[in-house]
């Protein structure tokens, strides 16, 4: 049986793939490596810029997007400037922290900057970041009022500023000690969930509804979002490899500073003690996890997560979305929900 | 005596820098460092992130902005906004451009990265990015009509996308041989002259005048910032270094492809071969200098700044513009036409 998630999908991400391909310049089929180190990242081009079916990433946040202006009673496709532009700008950012965190490879290829070069990659993020506003002000052209592509434009930039805030925040705790897990969440906050957040609001927005309403949408995405990141951190040491796909513990022998850690190193001398070490031993993962273990790390994490989702679900009642893209909303949040990858 | 543009530029710069301020967290004396790294770059902050009276350049581009806006018959406090969104355009741009031109100082004092490291820098960058876009939509708050918000938020970032196609353009010209002078004119025209002509136009469109008048603003802008530009290069060569504060042929010794260069190499076999050296004798400047003249490019270079400057002169007879910013605007114009350094 397919589901009503599935069956949205398939009419979404033709029409959002063809949105965003107008804004990147790449439905003339253009040469210029300009715009094809974009479409190489985009995953619309191979190594040599010539036209490819790369790995795309999962497109989660537009389609929440899309999916929230219609269960709001808008018409999904006036909306479709508003997810382009949300994962332009996603896709913005992972250029940039690929070049900040120094990482050689994303979705399985080499990253922008280990092609071109960081000032080459830096300069391609920036031109992302100013066509991901051109991408949102297309609204304008979809008859969305002035006054409202006024407000998502506002919206979407006060989100950027979230979001750098948090990736500030992030590359900060690397050379911290006695992180607190409130600094911790306020990070994931900027980093993460706020984009969820801005994707399921300005759905909302394009439907037309009014600033309350728009709010109930904005933080089932801000729960859901921040439930998503603290699952992430618990399958990021707990996970299963076979499906995760990724070793177990990965974050531990990163000494990531997740949620889980964090709340060990609060409560454990002995943790504490294993991370000041410079050096890891062979032991280290196994001694960090029975430590962290000990704390109930792995409870606590659970509990948040827990009492995130439960705030999501309560916020998506509340906002009563209209059928059918209802039923793929409570699908949509029930998989990013009960993931164990 | 004092002249028009002093007197009223007396009552824009701070005016500008307290708009500024408002939008880039500093009215609030905010200790925040994610700020604070802002406040550095705009000369508003030591490197201990203290206040401090710093250089924060000449706010060329928001002075020409107010002044187009009360030249086209609007009240320059309402085009506030946009001045403060194309100063704070243009030092992001600063800040990216100096990590990818590995440049160690500005305006006198370490860059951003050179203090905070490539990684902060690049997403503080980010962050003033959408922190210029935030400032623009204020203009929303001074009763600009929300389709003229959108139309100006649309302009700033097509404008964006040519700052970065521009830069994108100039460090491809590092590495590349055969360097057209089209290439290069498109290059500046994107990287410099854009910026500038949105300065005016953005002034003009508050103003409220249609789009047929806003485009002679722009292209006097336009033209005015590729006059400005081609001579920045002649004085690169031929400047008099006790009035430009730099030594002489600074451009020669660091190999840069302005245009008097692209024309040499283009007529000059001679200069060809000196440049594909690797190692630059002593003689090396002296023997380029030679050549160049040679070839007339200092004359060819001053005809074309010639022929901006008469086209940006020709725009702004064109734009009929109001006093007392006529008189200012002409000021200006010719403080940045005559200019020897």
Redesign the interface.
């Known amino acids: 049986m397919t589901s009503k998630i599935e069956t949205l999908s398939a009419a979404f991400l033709p029409a959002l793939e063809e949105e965003m391909r107008a804004v990147l310049g790449a439905s003339a089929g253009s040469a210029d490596p ?1 715009y094809g180190m974009m479409h190489y990242h985009m995953g619309w081009a191979d190594e040599q810029l010539q036209p490819a079916d790369g790995n795309s990433g999962k497109r989660i946040r537009p389609v929440l997007c899309l999916l929230a202006c219609a269960a709001a009673g808008g018409d999904w496709q006036q909306a479709l400037p508003a997810a382009a532009a949300i994962e332009i700008l996603h896709n913005f950012s992972l250029v ?1 922290d690929d ?3 120094n990482s050689p490879t994303r979705r399985g290829r080499p990253t922008l900057w280990t092609l071109y070069g ?3 990659a ?6 992302m ?3 991901a ?2 991408a949102l ?1 297309r609204l ?1 052209d979809r008859s969305v ?3 409202v ?2 407000h998502a ?2 919206r ?3 989100t ?2 979230e ?3 948090g ?2 925040a992030d ?1 900060g705790f690397e050379t911290r000690d006695g992180v607190a897990v409130a600094d911790y969440l306020a990070m994931i906050t900027g980093k993460t969930a706020m984009l969820v957040s801005l994707a399921a609001e300005l759905g909302a927005l394009v439907a037309g509804v009014d600033a309350t309403r728009a709010r109930v949408f904005a933080d089932f995405g801000l729960n859901l979002g921040l439930a998503f990141q603290v699952q992430d951190d618990i399958l990021g040491i707990w996970g299963d490899e076979r499906i995760t796909g990724k070793s177990a513990a990965t974050d531990i022998i990163t000494r990531k500073k997740t949620l889980p850690v964090l709340f060990g190193l609060s409560r454990s001398q002995g943790l504490r003690e294993l991370y000041d070490k410079s050096e890891a031993g062979e032991d280290f993962v196994r001694t960090a996890v029975f430590l962290l273990d000990q704390t109930g790390a792995q409870e606590y994490a659970a509990g948040e997560a827990a009492r995130y989702s439960k705030a999501a679900i309560d916020n998506l009642e509340a906002a009563e979305p209209l059928e059918p893209a209802a039923t793929a909303l409570w699908q949509l949040t029930d998989m990013l929900l009960r993931r164990d990858s």
């Open positions: 300009f940039h070049i900040e965190d960081q000032p080459q830096i300069n391609t993020g920036d031109a970041f100013a066509l506003h051109l002000a304008a009022p002035p006054p592509v006024v434009l506002r979407f930039d006060e950027c500023v979001l750098t805030r990736q500030y590359m």
